[in-house]
């Protein structure tokens, strides 16, 4: 089949990859990995609106409510150096636990998700801006917002290119992209590949690398200020963990031995500092300007 890489345009690809029928093919030339056969958009909306159901993201983020809160204190730090307060728009929301922090630190915050229970959700429970529609479809004036993010997003979302220039058009000159999304080149990638708990098709159609990411921006018109990866030790562990260890008795038992005595993640919090260095931690985080000279 042929088709041109995203990000360079090349169209030489390998098989990283598969799962149930399911292929990930890698560009040769810069390393981005897509999701083949790629899903139609009425089959994402119905994965979408089964998978990222209100009721069940709850029981994901409430028991955890205070972890959630301080991870977003340090997105929201990590912001701050950039842009100290304004209009925040996040796509992807969820039930809108970001935005309630970034409402908390000063942003005035609006929220874009496809999942109507979770917009929802996030309008009732929180009294939250939430839109519940495609961001090409939703009324903002051009030049709208000081900061536009996307956590977890980007791999979702089938026509990347008209939906960047669509985010650059809401940005006020020198506004700031985040942008978020699982590192196919990282540690954990490499050990789990078909297992890797972040590759997830047909819901990830596009899976990226730090530099494939960082090109594909400023084609579209952005400047690279940061670009980092990281990635929490418990996910990395459970990951890892679920993907070599036999789903049999001895295997859970290892696994909670292993979950008590907190080796796993000793040796990881250690050890994933030096990966990261080198650019391979699971998470992508970029952060991103609106060139003015682009125009
Ligand atoms: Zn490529």
Same mark, same amino acid.
């Given at each position: 089949?042929?088709?041109?890489?995203?990000?360079?345009?090349?169209?030489?690809?390998?098989?990283?990859?598969?799962?149930?029928?399911?292929?990930?093919?890698?560009?040769?030339?810069?390393?981005?990995?897509?999701?083949?056969?790629?899903? +139609?958009?009425?089959?994402?909306?119905?994965?979408?609106?089964? &998978?990222?159901?209100?009721?069940? &993201?709850? =029981?994901?983020?409430?028991?955890?409510? *205070?972890?959630?809160?301080? *991870?977003?204190?340090?997105?929201?730090?990590?912001? =701050?150096?950039?842009? =100290?307060?304004?209009?925040?728009?996040?796509?992807?929301?969820?039930?809108?636990?970001?935005?309630?922090?970034?409402?908390?630190?000063?942003?005035?915050?609006?929220?874009?998700?496809?999942?109507? +229970?979770?917009?929802?959700?996030?309008? =009732?429970?929180?009294?939250?801006?939430? #839109?519940?529609?495609?961001?090409?479809?939703?009324?903002?004036? $051009?030049?709208?917002?000081?900061?536009i993010?996307?956590?977890?997003?980007?791999?979702?979302?089938? $026509?990347?290119?008209?939906?960047l220039?669509d985010i650059r058009?809401k940005?006020?000159?020198?506004?700031?992209l985040?942008?978020?999304?699982?590192?196919?080149?990282?540690?954990?990638?490499?050990?789990?590949?078909?297992?890797?708990?972040?590759?997830?098709?047909?819901?990830?159609?596009? #899976?990226?690398?730090?530099?494939?990411?960082?090109?594909?921006?400023?084609?579209?018109?952005? &400047?690279?200020?940061? +670009? &980092?990866?990281?990635?929490?030790?418990?996910?990395?562990?459970?990951?890892?963990?679920?993907?070599?260890?036999?789903?049999?008795?001895?295997?859970?038992?290892?696994?909670?031995?292993?979950?008590?005595? *907190?080796?796993?993640?000793?040796?990881?919090?250690?050890?994933? *500092?030096?990966?990261?260095?080198?650019?391979?931690?699971?998470?992508?985080?970029?952060?991103?300007?609106?060139?003015?000279? #682009? $125009?």
């Amino acid at each position: 089949m042929k088709m041109d890489c995203i990000v360079c345009g090349k169209q030489v690809f390998y098989t990283w990859t598969s799962i149930a029928g399911i292929n990930i093919q890698r560009c040769r030339s810069c390393g981005v990995g897509i999701t083949t056969p790629v899903p +139609s958009a009425e089959e994402l909306l119905e994965d979408n609106s089964e &998978r990222y159901i209100a009721a069940e &993201r709850e =029981k994901i983020y409430l028991p955890r409510i *205070r972890y959630f809160q301080a *991870r977003y204190h340090t997105y929201i730090k990590e912001i =701050k150096k950039f842009k =100290k307060a304004g209009a925040l728009l996040d796509i992807g929301c969820n039930l809108g636990i970001f935005l309630l922090s970034a409402q908390k630190e000063g942003f005035t915050v609006t929220g874009v998700e496809l999942n109507k +229970s979770c917009a929802e959700y996030g309008r =009732k429970r929180y009294g939250l801006n939430i #839109h519940s529609d495609y961001l090409t479809k939703i009324d903002f004036p $051009d030049e709208t917002f000081d900061v536009i993010t996307l956590y977890d997003v980007l791999e979702h979302v089938p $026509d990347i290119k008209g939906m960047l220039a669509d985010i650059r058009r809401k940005l006020k000159n020198d506004g700031l992209l985040v942008i978020q999304s699982p590192n196919i080149d990282s540690v954990l990638a490499r050990l789990t590949k078909a297992k890797w708990s972040w590759l997830t098709p047909p819901d990830h159609l596009y #899976h990226f690398n730090p530099s494939g990411l960082a090109s594909l921006l400023i084609s579209a018109g952005f &400047r690279i200020e940061k +670009s &980092r990866t990281w990635e929490p030790a418990e996910d990395f562990c459970n990951n890892i963990t679920a993907a070599y260890l036999p789903r049999n008795i001895a295997g859970r038992a290892i696994q909670k031995l292993l979950r008590i005595s *907190r080796i796993c993640f000793i040796v990881v919090l250690f050890l994933q *500092r030096i990966w990261w260095q080198r650019q391979q931690g699971g998470l992508i985080q970029i952060y991103a300007i609106k060139d003015g000279r #682009h $125009d």
